[in-house]
Each structure stands twice: as structure tokens, then as C-alpha cells.
């Protein structure tokens, strides 16, 4: 079965960049053909896509989020990582990873809790 984890501090100041690490086990990040993603939701809001990272290595982003955002990877630790820049207090969210197949979304990991204040 496939596990998704995510990581990173908890707490980030305005103006800094969030970076969270999506760990990935029992399933290779370079599988055909799955898309790593990551979602948030803030608080009292509906679920908000951010990117992804496909199998390929090809990086795709929110049109209203992608002139701070960048996913990448790294296959020898079979992990995707998220850094979103320049963060104010409307960033503050659940933030969850998930795999995509055609489809739609089977795997999610259980979402960390960010939130942006000084």
C-alpha cells in the first residue's frame, strides 16, 4: 500500500518561504502515470489545488499561486517537496500531498497544519 507524509515546521513568518517535504512509500515517484500533488485547505474553506509534480519529472501549477510556488524532487528518496514563497497569514492552511492517477486522487497523507504569523 502506498503512504504519503508530509513535513516541515509548523509555524512560518510573513514574507518567508513555506517548504514542506512529501515522503512517499510503497510506490515509486516515477511511476507511470501518477501525479504528486499538493492541496490545502484553509480554514473554514474548501479544498484548494496547488500543483503537482508528475512521473515524468514536468511541474504544473495553480495559475493564482504559481509565481510563488515550486514543487520538485528527489527520486533517490522518493520525495516531492513544496516551497511557496513570499507567505502572508491567507496561506495559513492544512496542507495535505496526494497521488493523482487518471482519474482522480487514491492517496493522501494526513495534512500538516501551517500556519503564517509573527
Known amino acids: 500500500q502506498v503512504q504519503l507524509q508530509e513535513s516541515g515546521p509548523g509555524l512560518v513568518k510573513p514574507s518567508q518561504t513555506l517548504s514542506l517535504t512529501c515522503t512517499v512509500s510503497g510506490g515509486s515517484i516515477t511511476t507511470n502515470y501518477y501525479y504528486w500533488t499538493w492541496i490545502r485547505q484553509p480554514p473554514g474553506k474548501g479544498l484548494e489545488w496547488i500543483g503537482y509534480i508528475a512521473y515524468s519529472g514536468s511541474t504544473y501549477y495553480s495559475p493564482s499561486l504559481k509565481s510563488r510556488t515550486s514543487i520538485s524532487r528527489d527520486t533517490s528518496k522518493n520525495q516531492f517537496t513544496l516551497q511557496l514563497s513570499s507567505v502572508t497569514p491567507e496561506d495559513t492552511a492544512v496542507y495535505y500531498c496526494?497521488?493523482?492517477?487518471?482519474?482522480?486522487?487514491?492517496?493522501w497523507g494526513q495534512g500538516t497544519q501551517v500556519t503564517v504569523s509573527s
Open positions: 496526494a497521488r493523482k492517477p487518471p482519474g482522480g486522487y487514491d492517496y
